[in-house]
């Protein structure tokens, strides 16, 4: 089957402009996580879904993140009035359940320039 | 706080063993995971440790002490394709889930 898909691959946007980041995960993955990558950098956890438990929003840097899930599939995160120090490789991942939340299937990334 | 430490580079040779270490402070810790990562690519699962001990995988072996809060991934007969970045990952309590927490990463240069 399909991996975990991200869409856009690239995404250059102006300072100030929202954005929207998508994730389709491996279908029937009820775990769903975002991260942040800079460059050279680890992964930096932003927000977790697990079915239908209350997302884990702990690692949001401001609250000009958030994110959804709809359906217990897609996800979108959305990053408002954006700032140059947003710019990162934004992450997807994706788990069959919290049980086996060690094993997470990556997408490739969207990444982010903010000029 | 919650924190990894692992080495930032290292360098062998083909054919060499190489061992990248992880040192870990969490609380509520459940087990330690390894990923790869190549340059431009997404990290992709290498192995899971929950216990003490040892685990093989093809070249690739992973070990956990919990009680000395250390593990280690070992690559044997290493290949030019092994050169990537190696990230620890620590399994933790969410709440009544289970997230990771990730160390930032070890660069493991592979020459001829």
């Known amino acids: 089957g399909a991996g975990v898909s991200q869409s856009p691959s690239n995404k250059v946007t102006e300072k100030g402009k929202d954005v929207e980041l998508r994730c389709d995960p491996i279908?029937?993955?009820?775990?769903l996580y975002w991260y942040r990558q800079s460059l050279g950098q680890g992964l930096e956890f932003l927000i977790y879904?697990?079915?239908?438990?209350?997302?884990?929003k702990s690692g949001l840097p401001s609250d000009r993140f958030s994110a959804e899930r709809t359906g217990g599939s897609v996800s979108t995160l959305t990053i408002q009035r954006t700032q140059q120090e947003d710019s990162a490789v934004y992450l997807c991942?994706?788990?069959?359940?919290?049980?086996?939340?060690?094993?997470?299937?990556f997408g490739p990334g969207t990444r982010l320039t903010v000029t | 706080g919650q924190s990894l430490e692992q080495p930032s580079e290292v360098t062998a040779v083909e054919g060499a063993i190489v061992q990248i270490n992880c040192t870990y402070q969490t609380s509520g810790f459940y087990g330690l995971s390894w990923y790869q990562q190549h340059d431009g690519g997404a990290p992709t699962f290498l192995s899971y440790?929950?216990l003490d001990g040892l685990e093989e995988t093809g070249r690739f072996s992973s070990f956990l002490s919990r009680s000395d809060s250390y593990g280690y991934l070992l690559l044997q007969e290493l290949q030019m394709k092994d050169s990537a970045s190696y990230f620890c990952a620590v399994r933790v309590n969410a709440g009544n889930n289970r997230k990771l927490i990730w160390g930032l990463g070890t660069s493991l240069a592979v020459n001829p």
């Open positions: 879904f697990q079915g239908n438990s209350a997302p884990d």
């Open positions: 279908s029937g993955h009820t775990a």
């Open positions: 991942a994706s788990s069959p359940d919290q049980g086996v939340s060690y094993e997470q299937y």
């Open positions: 440790n929950a």
